[in-house]
């Protein structure tokens, strides 16, 4: 590969890393005025970034250098760069992480494209009780696999995931107290 094009899946890898981490501490910090989802998948579409920038592109045979630097393209969803990963890269991701993923993609994805009320301005409890048990079940076991089995891609944001590994045990003390 050449420099320049190892350096631009450099940036855009620490890019969509960097979303991420907002993605999810935001999630963490806002969760009891406005339970939303972190995008575990970025966290997935940026490891295969590492593999080739095309293969983060749902079709790679579109796959636009230009338009993927403008972002103006078509992302893989959650469960085929889970595929990708293992086929391509012998990183698999075990059954039950993918089922948890899974569940928390398919409760997004209802939030995102239809209005649930729970969700409205003043969620009540039983609410974010819900969202913080998924968020602290999605966490348990997308954090080993970013801070350890990934290691050696995401060490360089080491203390971002301890940073929302501390909030996110805030969260759990709250499900304590919830339950």
Same mark, same amino acid.
């Given at each position: 590969?050449?420099?320049?094009?190892?350096?631009?899946?450099?940036?855009?890898?620490?890019?969509?890393?960097?979303?991420?981490?907002?993605?999810?501490? @935001?999630? %963490?910090? =806002?969760?009891?005025?406005?339970?939303?989802?972190?995008?575990?998948?970025? !966290?997935?579409? &940026?490891?295969?970034?590492?593999?080739?920038?095309?293969?983060?592109?749902?079709?790679?045979?579109?796959?636009?250098?230009?338009?993927?630097?403008?972002?103006?393209?078509?992302?893989?969803?959650?469960?085929?760069?889970?595929?990708?990963?293992?086929?391509?890269?012998?990183?698999?991701?075990?059954?039950?992480? @993918?089922? %948890?993923? =899974?569940?928390?993609?398919?409760?997004?994805?209802?939030?995102?494209?239809? !209005?649930?009320? &729970?969700?409205?301005?003043?969620?009540?409890?039983?609410?974010?009780?819900?969202?913080?048990?998924?968020?602290?079940?999605?966490?348990?076991?997308?954090?080993?696999?970013?801070?350890?089995?990934?290691?050696?891609?995401?060490?360089?944001?080491?203390?971002?995931?301890?940073?929302?590994?501390?909030?996110?045990?805030?969260?759990?003390?709250?499900?304590?107290?919830?339950?």
């Amino acid at each position: 590969m050449k420099p320049d094009k190892v350096n631009s899946s450099n940036k855009m890898f620490d890019s969509l890393v960097r979303n991420a981490l907002d993605f999810l501490e @935001r999630s %963490v910090d =806002e969760l009891k005025d406005s339970p939303k989802y972190a995008v575990i998948e970025l !966290f997935l579409k &940026a490891r295969l970034l590492l593999e080739h920038w095309a293969l983060v592109y749902e079709d790679p045979k579109l796959a636009n250098q230009d338009k993927f630097r403008e972002g103006d393209f078509k992302s893989v969803g959650m469960m085929e760069a889970v595929a990708r990963l293992k086929n391509i890269s012998g990183q698999g991701i075990a059954d039950e992480p @993918r089922k %948890v993923f =899974e569940q928390i993609r398919d409760h997004r994805n209802r939030l995102v494209h239809f !209005f649930h009320p &729970a969700y409205a301005n003043n969620p009540d409890l039983a609410t974010v009780g819900e969202v913080t048990a998924e968020q602290c079940r999605a966490w348990f076991h997308l954090y080993p696999i970013i801070s350890r089995t990934w290691q050696s891609y995401f060490g360089p944001y080491v203390s971002d995931f301890e940073r929302i590994n501390g909030k996110m045990h805030g969260n759990r003390s709250f499900l304590r107290v919830k339950y």
